[in-house]
């Protein structure tokens, strides 16, 4: 009575254990329990407002965020282990279904329950681009304290809970740590040259609107022959920093392989089982990130140069200039 009296209630989690597992698959195979934290709560009526659940690290900072209304959009999530409440949209909306969600929170009047996969936001992906090998996704949560956090309306409910190592492990914590360092930054990283690819993409997409812009006037050829080299420079940037032409599965067998999937592949190798990363991963990862570094500094003396000198143009011209955001990418 003490929890149903309530608006809303969440329950305190057990101790989630770091550990491979999964649903079972076709009508004839059993289920295995998903692996991860479980969050269970309470909720007296189906709520007008959005429900959100936070998970937060032992410092407060919130490491993923889930809402009732959408599925997470980054490129960070599991899809495996996001696939229950895709299937269950409609199953969790139901007060006589009872399924767990875990990318979209259940708001139903009554019990719910929520799985987080402990995995943490991974890295942002290139859409036009195949991924041979390896992994985006985030790397999972060490042991060590977390939090839950429910929002719902005015009402805000928080648990502390712990993730523990698979007892099978014989990884030490400070191990599993490295390991998680190491993933985070190579995630990092690939997010940094995808935000560069993006930033480029977007300044050849201004470049040739504002050629085919000026098309018949007397300036035209004018802004052609300056955007046209800066064009070009853009483009060696960007194939340097991705497979630009690898659309289709095994492309990258006849293809050389860029940094973009080099990253990719140490990423799903810093995250193979529960281990330490190898002194070889670090150096590997050193040497791609400065090659990565050096790419994005082209980009910043091209932004600061040659783009910068043909906005003067333009301006002097009367035409809209290549819009320049702030830079935040690491070099």
Not at 61 to 81: C, G, L, Q
Not at 128 to 134: H, M, P, Q, S
Not at 282 to 301: C, H, I, P, T
Request: glycine letters at 8%; hydrophobic letters at 40%; one cysteine or more.
């Amino acid at each position: 009575d003490s929890v149903t009296s309530r608006e809303a209630h969440l329950f305190q989690p057990s101790p989630a254990v770091r550990w491979a597992g999964g649903s079972g698959g076709g009508v004839t195979a059993g289920e295995n329990p998903a692996s991860g934290a479980y969050v269970d709560y309470w909720l007296k009526a189906a709520p007008a407002s959005v429900v959100t659940l936070e998970f937060l690290d032992a410092a407060g900072k919130v490491i993923r965020s889930y809402t009732s209304e959408k599925v997470e959009t980054d490129s960070a999530r599991n899809i495996a282990a996001d696939s229950i409440a895709r299937k269950m949209r409609s199953a969790l909306k139901s007060r006589i279904t009872y399924a767990a969600g875990d990318s979209i929170v259940a708001a139903r009047a009554g019990t719910n329950r929520f799985v987080w996969n402990l995995r943490y936001a991974g890295a942002k992906k290139l859409k036009n681009t195949l991924i041979d090998e390896g992994t985006l996704d985030g790397p999972v949560a060490p042991p060590g304290e977390y939090s839950v956090r429910l929002a719902l309306g005015k009402d805000t409910l928080v648990r502390k809970f712990t993730v523990v190592a698979d007892p099978r492990v014989k990884s030490s914590t400070t191990e599993l740590a490295q390991q998680f360092q190491a993933a985070i930054k190579v995630r990092d990283r690939i997010t940094d040259l995808t935000e560069a690819v993006t930033r480029i993409e977007e300044f050849q997409s201004q470049l040739d609107a504002r050629t085919s812009g000026t098309t018949g006037q007397p300036y035209a050829k004018r802004v052609s022959d300056a955007a046209k080299p800066v064009r070009g420079i853009l483009e060696g940037l960007r194939a340097e920093l991705y497979e630009v032409g690898c659309h289709a599965d095994q492309c990258s067998l006849d293809q050389p392989i860029k940094l973009y999937n080099i990253l990719i592949t140490i990423a799903g190798q810093v995250q193979t089982g529960d281990y330490a990363p190898t002194a070889q991963h670090g150096e590997m990862f050193n040497d791609f990130s400065v090659q990565v570094g050096e790419q994005l500094r082209k980009l910043q003396a091209l932004e600061d140069g040659d783009l910068a000198a043909l906005n003067k143009l333009l301006g002097e011209l009367g035409v809209p200039a290549v819009f320049i955001p702030p830079r935040k990418v690491a070099m």
